[in-house]
């Protein structure tokens, strides 16, 4: 197949992050955040072809700027692309859409024009767009690991350190309150200072016990000491738990996601249901459960 003709598709699920703390580095590739997140099966579709004159990008059928895409392509290749988008994620509201899009980006331009390269390759591909655009700072790693990633040491690989928080699979319900601009909070030296403390003592009560319950947990008293919560957003976390569930911010965004037992699941959601549309995805397990007979 000619370059001209060549098509590439690919996709990559969303992620949510409970919480975190940022680690500078002059090396991007070390640059970055550990913390823990969800990662679920929402997520953003790609197809990518050779373009004309200039690379495009659109996402659900309307040209943008996409300043991280971009920058990933311009690492990859040195031909213009048209990149067609497609999101059954909120966009800006906490979900890693920005990491989501050029993940599949990458991998989409990776099959359509041959590249060769390796998962890790791209990774680190995504990771430096990321991070040089100040659009995110871990959720490329948490996508690319899946399940209920911890991010114990910051960066791509082979810098970066994953692990996972054994769990079968699980439902979040998530509402969307509003938005909450990334850079606005990673450009706080003050907020962050903050935020990173939490962060560094959230992550270690995790290790000590890396249970879903216990992650929701955690991520709860991170957004109580960090402060970035609307009102909206806490009355829904207490809504949650009122009625059953146990619930939290996505970071960085004006959203709430949720998860419950069986027994108060339709509770929880009517919860939500009463703040805004509710959206359920699932979390994929990292193990399976053995057959019985």
């Not at 920005?98 to 041959?114: I, K, V, W």
């Not at 990771?127 to 871990?138: K, L, P, T, Y």
């Not at 991520?219 to 009625?243: H, N, P, W, Y």
Request: a negative charge.
């Amino acid at each position: 197949m000619s370059i001209e003709s060549s098509a590439g598709r690919a996709f990559a699920p969303g992620h949510i992050t409970g919480f975190f703390e940022m680690h500078d580095d002059p090396d991007p590739r070390r640059k970055g955040s550990t913390g823990c997140g969800v990662v679920i099966d929402g997520g953003i579709d790609t197809i990518v072809t050779r373009g004309v004159g200039k690379t495009e990008v659109y996402l659900d059928g309307a040209s943008v700027k996409a300043d991280t895409t971009c920058s990933l392509i311009e690492q990859l290749v040195d031909f213009p692309v048209h990149v067609n988008c497609t999101s059954s994620i909120p966009i800006g509201c906490g979900f890693g859409a920005s990491a989501a899009g050029s993940l599949s980006t990458a991998y989409a331009l990776n099959d359509a024009f041959s590249l060769g390269l390796t998962s890790n390759q791209l990774v680190e591909a995504v990771h430096i767009a990321e991070v040089s655009n100040g659009s995110g700072m871990g959720d490329v790693e948490g996508q690319y690991f899946g399940g209920v990633p911890i991010r114990k040491v910051p960066g791509c690989p082979p810098y970066g350190v994953l692990d996972r928080v054994p769990s079968p699979s699980f439902e979040v319900h998530c509402i969307v309150l509003g938005e909450l601009s990334t850079g606005s909070v990673l450009n706080d030296a003050g907020l962050m200072r903050d935020i990173n403390s939490a962060g560094r003592s959230a992550l270690r009560s995790l290790l000590a016990r890396p249970t879903v319950t216990n992650f929701m947990e955690i991520s709860k008293q991170f957004t109580l000491k960090c402060g970035l919560a609307s009102d909206r957003v806490m009355d829904a976390i207490e809504a949650v738990g009122a009625a059953g569930g146990m619930a939290s911010q996505a970071m960085l965004g004006d959203t709430v996601f949720a998860c419950s037992v069986e027994e108060t699941k339709k509770d929880v959601f009517d919860a939500l249901s009463t703040f805004a549309e509710v959206t359920t995805y699932n979390v994929t397990s990292c193990y399976e459960h053995p057959v019985k007979f």
